[in-house]
């Protein structure tokens, strides 16, 4: 089963990184302010990256890695994708 790490970036300009193996469900579930209480409370959000990994274990360690990334890391690592 692939895995996905994501980031949104919210109405405060905050990122938020998360994990899921579906992001459409994932998505839906933050969109209802369901899906986590610092989303829930600086809705609207914007979709700005997404990663694929083989395994839970893999995105659970590359979650952990990019929430250590400073603002301006987490902006190239999205600047990177975007282009």
Request: hydrophobic content about 35%; charged content about 30%.
């Amino acid at each position: 089963m692939k895995w996905l790490i994501y980031i949104l970036k919210l109405n405060n300009k905050a990122y938020y990184t998360g994990i899921t193996n579906n992001l459409e469900n994932r998505l839906r579930t933050h969109a209802r302010g369901k899906g986590s209480k610092y989303v829930r409370s600086h809705l609207p959000f914007v979709l700005v990256y997404k990663e694929e990994v083989e395994s839970k274990s893999a995105a659970l360690k590359r979650e952990a890695q990019i929430k250590r990334f400073t603002r301006k890391q987490k902006e190239q690592l999205i600047g990177g994708y975007n282009e």
